[in-house]
């Protein structure tokens, strides 16, 4: 049975929960234990899957096919393990659970109530899988005290009262804002914090606190007597050069040991950090630096691509180099030549994105990446829009383009070598979509394997032939037009198993041009970069010769 970790935040937002918790998997791990990382959002959509990635930042997939939110991104990143779909949940998904068993009688006639059917049905969720893990670190979205996250913080009381002493914790991570004037860290916040969180009956075992200057012994001992938590459990959290330092950061605070002491596991195993230390050692000595230009529509905000920045780190340390991303819009390529924009950097990435805006500017730098040879990465549309610049600039299908712009226009207007699919395969069954349906619900979406081509460019990237990857798309390219393109050098190196959807294509003697109708950035690690980012990196790293 699983020992539970809740993982709370106060006083102000974006305080770092989901590192700490994705940290806290990466030490618990090093001690030689087993973790499964969870995520419980108070918002009321059933899924990120429809939030735009300004608000929202990325939506990240699993390997079974659910949108979540970008934080199990980290979760991945830090523990290796696989998020499913059950380790996602927000408001909206719990409530229309709720709902459709109200629909369907489950409650034989019952009233229905945020105590207990909503808290039953969070603690149903807490409850899947725990038999598989040592540890079930389970992190809250949002701020004690917010109106949607109740539920949640009643579900998690409940929870831990339902169980056997000593089977659950909590961890509440707060800030102690430092008042320049008077030369002081607060901890007053940080007590009406724990307060509220009491106030529901919640007490916490550990604390973390966010701290831009170093936390006298003094102030400790304070949070301590006030908060009710042991001075060893009151855990400093610097701000960090590199996310990556966490684990180490977090060991040398102690959280680790402060959260093995909460449940009495003593003597606690010998942490193993070596392979973090390695992660380290590559971020902090790299020789020379690659500039990367991602040219894409929402580069406003970076959350947006978290996994391909990350991703794009990962394939610098794998060589040991440092990745300057500089982000540019697309849009300014429909106007401008994209030469004087593009000249000067090693690669060329074109990442996911929906909707035409912005597209004629990706083909303007997919077409330059191939003519000027540099390398090129397309990620899901930035493969598409590789494959319409072939089209039309090689094989003479002047108005080549994608389904999915008519279908936004309205109109027809191109000769669609992308179009929208509508039937495929996924293992040994047939899923059929219409475009009309539910917006939520109409992607290919998850793990697919994927045959490649034997002494293709990606074969030897992968170093195998036979590879399994994460999509999120509507559209697909055409494989009816495979010869016509693989005539003017757009190998298809890549296929579904059954040979119908082209998942990956490269140019023939180019120095490396490759285009993926999947998301690689997804399954990257900071200490197992992703090969299609390390070789890409790599690829980069030798142009440096040419500049
Ligand atoms: N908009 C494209 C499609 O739906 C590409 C999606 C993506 O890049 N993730 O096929």
């Not at 949108?67 to 990143?77: A, I, M, N, Q, V």
């Not at 929906?354 to 390398?375: C, H, L, N, S, Y």
């Not at 032939?465 to 757009?490: F, N, P, S």
């Amino acid at each position: 049975m699983a020992r539970y970790v809740f993982i709370t935040g106060g006083v102000v937002s974006s305080l770092g929960k989901g590192l700490a918790s994705a940290a806290l998997g990466a030490l618990l791990q090093a001690r030689g234990f087993s973790v499964r990382l969870r995520k419980l959002d108070p918002y009321l959509n059933v899924d990120p899957g429809t939030m735009s990635p300004f608000e929202h930042g990325e939506v990240f997939v699993t390997d079974d096919g659910a949108e979540t939110d970008l934080d199990l991104g980290h979760y991945e990143r830090f523990t290796g393990v696989s998020a499913r779909k059950t380790d996602s949940v927000s408001s909206g998904r719990i409530y229309s659970n709720v709902l459709e068993k109200e629909r369907r009688g489950a409650y034989l006639g019952k009233t229905i109530q945020v105590i207990p059917h909503v808290t039953n049905e969070i603690k149903d969720f807490l409850a899947i899988g725990e038999d598989e893990v040592d540890f079930m670190l389970c992190e809250i979205g949002g701020t004690v005290g917010d109106i949607e996250g109740l539920p949640f913080f009643e579900a998690i009381r409940q929870f831990a009262q339902d169980r056997p002493r000593g089977q659950c914790i909590f961890m509440h991570l707060t800030l102690l804002p430092y008042l320049a004037a008077s030369g002081e860290l607060k901890t007053k916040p940080t007590q009406h914090s724990v307060k509220e969180l009491r106030s529901i009956g919640i007490a916490p075992d550990v604390l973390v606190c966010r701290s831009e200057h170093p936390i006298p012994e003094k102030e400790r001992a304070k949070i301590a007597l006030f908060c009710n938590v042991r001075p060893d459990a009151v855990i400093p959290a610097y701000d960090l050069s590199t996310i990556y330092e966490a684990p180490l950061a977090y060991h040398r605070a102690g959280l680790d040991q402060a959260v093995l002491d909460a449940f009495g596991i003593s003597p606690a195993p010998r942490p193993d950090m070596s392979r973090w230390e390695d992660v380290m050692d590559r971020l902090t000595h790299a020789e020379g630096e690659v500039r990367v230009a991602i040219v894409g529509k929402y580069v406003q905000l970076e959350d947006a691509y978290k996994s391909i920045a990350e991703a794009l780190t990962h394939g610098g340390m794998a060589n040991r180099v440092k990745v300057k991303a500089e982000w540019i819009d697309a849009e300014i390529f429909e106007r401008e030549d994209p030469t004087p924009w593009l000249q000067g950097f090693h690669a060329i990435l074109v990442p996911g994105g929906f909707g035409e805006r912005g597209t004629e500017g990706k083909i303007r730098a997919a077409q330059f990446a191939r003519e000027k040879g540099v390398p090129y990465l397309g990620i899901c549309l930035g493969m598409q829009m590789a494959v319409i610049e072939a089209a039309r600039n090689l094989a003479g299908i002047t108005n080549a383009g994608s389904e999915e712009f008519d279908h936004e226009a309205g109109a027809k207007r191109f000769t669609p070598v992308v179009y929208h699919l509508k039937e495929w395969v996924q293992g040994n069954h047939k899923v059929e979509r219409k475009l009309g349906d539910d917006k939520g619900g109409t992607m290919r979406l998850g793990a697919y394997s994927a045959a490649l081509t034997p002494g293709s460019r990606v074969a030897e990237v992968y170093g195998t032939t036979e590879i399994e990857e994460r999509h999120r798309h509507r559209y697909e390219v055409d494989v009816a037009y495979r010869d016509k393109l693989e005539a003017c050098g757009l190998v298809f190196s890549g296929m579904s198993p059954d040979g119908r959807l082209p998942e990956i294509v490269e140019h023939k003697g180019h120095p490396w041009f490759i285009g993926v109708q999947f998301h690689p950035e997804l399954k990257s690690k900071p200490f197992a970069p992703h090969p299609l980012f390390a070789g890409f990196i790599k690829a980069a790293k030798e142009m440096d010769r040419l500049v």
